[in-house]
């Protein structure tokens, strides 16, 4: 049955997928998922309904995964490559606290209204998409800032003569 979109939608998707979310006073559906190795680094998606008459499903993904602001012509490029070959999900930097940050973004008219199923197929899709960029990105080596972060932390602790590389044993 096709029926008006609002948040309620989101939410149903949530519970329909099994996903454990939060709710900001908005009603925006929040969703976090942990560090996976594949895409180094863990999601936050936003999910949200938009546009003066909330007509419009806004899904935003962004990761823990921050990089130096020389890092941007780099990283523009590889956004640049990725949009050659795929359509979604928009992904733009944003710069902040002296770091820049990527957000995936996906979005949907939904004036019309909607079946559920096609609500939960488009967050599916945006998550996914999402995830998929993050897996791309890992291929292209650009080191975030956890990742120098990383390598501190080990060089100190290593000592003289060991390589960064290794874990020194205890």
């Known amino acids: 049955m096709v029926r008006t979109f609002g948040s309620e939608m989101i939410r149903a998707f949530c519970d329909d997928t099994g996903l454990r979310y939060a709710t900001d006073s908005d009603g925006d559906v929040v969703i976090s998922f942990g560090y996976g190795q594949a895409r180094d680094c863990a999601l936050r998606v936003y999910a949200y309904a938009s546009g003066r008459s909330n007509s419009i499903l806004c899904v935003r993904v962004v990761s823990d995964k921050r990089y130096r602001p020389e890092h941007e012509p780099a990283l523009l490029e590889v956004i640049n490559r990725f949009h050659c070959d795929r359509r979604w999900p928009k992904v733009y930097s944003r710069s902040a606290d002296n770091t820049v940050n990527l957000v995936c973004e996906s979005q949907l008219d ?61």
Do not use: K
């Open 110 to 170: 939904l004036a019309m209204g909607a079946h559920q199923a096609f609500v939960n197929d488009f967050i599916d899709t945006a998550i996914s998409s999402a995830n998929s960029f993050w897996r791309f990105m890992r291929q292209e080596s650009i080191p975030g800032v956890q990742d120098e972060w990383r390598t501190d932390v080990s060089a100190s602790r290593a000592g003289p003569g060991a390589t960064v590389d290794e874990e020194p044993s205890e």
